[in-house]
């Protein structure tokens, strides 16, 4: 905190630790920001209210933060409880039957056996008031995700009811459009369709288009622009330094800019810029005209219309017009928009199974990371590096961290992969693939940190012991799993200690800046793209927030002093990301709220995770009324199918309800409609005459 404090106050580092507020024209120092009070950042972000997080960052940041809310409260409320009555019950329990020599960390665990569960002797009538707990926190998790499911709906409400025009609530995506009858042109095809169903109210429609080379070469034409800008700068800064005419740049024409002719750099880039932008009209009229797809976006003339057409079927064959809301137009994923019907069925079920076998044996891949990159193994696969690995003073460190640094490569790779799986999988929006890799990295997380420790260290790590004395199985496993609480303990600890003072120091972007302005950036949108924040990374920030979750409700019975650790965790949480999304964090998207229903299914998954450890917990110690605790798992079914029923449709479609409310102004549609264009496809230079096949008339 004061290291951020410190550095947050330097006008140089003002980009880094005020984004936002820049970005939106804000002063950086704007609520006291400059004061020299270190505490002053917490007063902005507690006297900030849900409206001033959606003015910044947008009703998504707001639903994260009920997330946050709701899951503080839930830890909160369920130790006022079991702190006070839990923990005196275990300490002052008789118990002679455990060992503490045969718990995981030894003599260091029986302090925290005296507080846990693992303290109560088998029979005991002591279990009763850890039975009342799982009952006790069941009740306040139902009425806080109730009402955390209710606020949330209202938010996703007054989001989709404003005044203001978007573009995304006029529109639909079609997918899955029939072959064009003889003689008709894609174009009049859709045009027909949408205008003899929805007569008054159609506007015009936009055919996808096979963008990919158009794409290709406005990347390369944007390159080049931005290699002009950074070579004016470079000549611009060379006229300082006691040169009045200053050096014109070169550079080499082959590959890398290493190797083939000298030329000026001014001059082969401007060259360059005409040369690709005759190319890429040209390559513009021929996307438009010949590499129609199966796919557009139809426009209608209000929001009503637009809502109802997303909710209904258009056609007697399933795969035949799909129509679906339209994402924002930055989330438009163009290139998974003419995958068929029944092959993103197929698609689904292949990527599922890759990401199961991921899941279940991520350990093979690491196992063989680890082994190619010891040193001998290099040595007889790479044998050019044979004389670097041997000087001793390198060879030292790389057998101590060579296969470590592997595998953290390979784990920091594994979110951008399950991101490349969930686009693979077909799906047409950002938003959507960033929800659908939360759940995959989800569902990893569970099964290799949570169970793989627990399930590790309680009964694989005592195998030999088990094989020894096969009637002690059930004892192993009762006095492991205090140590595997002290583990997790320690592990929440270092999340919030560790990882939340680099959220808020911001150390590692700062130093990453400042390289880059000293060494890379001469142009000011190049500066802008070294300090540009980012969003807040829902796709693995949400997966390890409920990882922590899911430890500390599944421990809060077994071991309560847990709480606290989750608590500061997710109340440190809650403290600083609301600074960052106040100041630093930009939205890369709005799917307004759509990311809650993911959010609860997995808050219930970590509650019926809790309600079924404690069952066989209870069993463990041979309780003879654990069959008290079905009924909790019941109802948890059975509230999560309410709350699905009463709730979820709303998520799923915007109700009439909501978009025939009025707007401040008469909307453009022209302008609603070419918010849609593809930056590759929008040029003024081109005549939409030319483009007759593929955008139909108003």
Known sequence: MLIFTWLSRKQGNVVIYYPNRILRGMDPWDGGSATRNPFAWIREAMASSEQDVINASGVDTAVYFVFLTTVLAILSFSSLLLLPVLLPVAATAIQNKINHNDTANNGSVANLDKLSMAHVPEKSSRLW????????????????????????????????????????????????????????????????FFKDIYPETFYRSMIVTNNKQAEKIYQELEGYK?????????????????????????????????????????????????????????????TLQEKQQAAAVVFFTNRVTAANASQSLHAQIVDHWTVMEAPEPRQLLWTNLNIKYFERQVRQYIIYAIVFLTVVFYMIPITFISAITTLDNLRKTLPFLKTIVDIAALKTVLQAYLPQLALIIFLALLPNLLLFLSKTEGIPSQSHAVRATSGKYFYFTVFNVFLGVTIG???????????????????????????????????VALRFFVGYGLELSRLVPLIIYHLKRKYLCKTEAERKVAWYPGDLSYATRLPSDMLI???????????????????????????????????????????????????????????????????????????????????????????????????????????????CRELKEVPNLELVYRAYLPPCLNSEKIDEEHFTDALSQA
């Open 129 to 192: 008031a850890f039975l009342f707990g799982v009952y006790w926190v069941s009740v306040v998790t139902y009425y806080l995700l109730w009402k955390a499911y209710h606020h949330v709906s209202t938010l996703r409400a007054n989001a989709l009811m404003a005044p203001d025009v978007r573009p995304e609530q006029f529109a639909v995506l079609v997918r899955d459009i029939p072959a064009a009858p003889e003689g008709q042109t894609r174009k009049e095809q859709v045009d027909i």
């Open 226 to 286: 931005k290699k002009l800008s950074h070579t004016e700068a470079v000549f611009d800064l060379s006229k300082t330094a006691g040169k009045p005419e200053g050096t014109r740049p070169t550079n080499r024409t082959g590959f890398l800019g290493l190797i083939g002719s000298k030329v000026d750099s001014i001059d082969y880039y401007n060259e360059k810029i005409n040369e690709t932008s005759l190319k890429l009209e040209a390559e513009q009229k021929v």
């Open 457 to 491: 260290g309680s009964l694989f790590g005592s195998l030999k012991q088990i094989e020894d004395h096969p009637n002690s199985t059930v004892t192993l496993l009762a006095t492991s799993l205090p140590g595997n609480a002290s583990f997790f303990i320690t592990f």
């Open 549 to 659: 979750l899911i430890i500390v409700i599944c421990y809060s019975i077994i071991a309560p002093i847990i709480l606290l650790f989750g608590i500061i965790y997710f109340g440190l949480g809650w403290l600083i990301l609301r600074n960052q999304a106040l100041k630093v964090y930009v939205p890369t998207y709005e799917s307004y709220g759509r990311m809650w229903p993911h959010m609860f299914k997995r808050i219930i998954a970590s509650l019926l995770l809790f309600q079924v450890t404690m069952f066989g917990y209870f069993a463990i110690k041979k309780f003879i009324y654990v069959p008290i605790v079905i009924p909790p798992i019941v109802i948890t079914l059975l509230f999560a199918y309410v709350c699905q029923k009463k709730f979820y449709r709303a998520f799923q479609y915007t109700s009439l309800e909501n978009a």
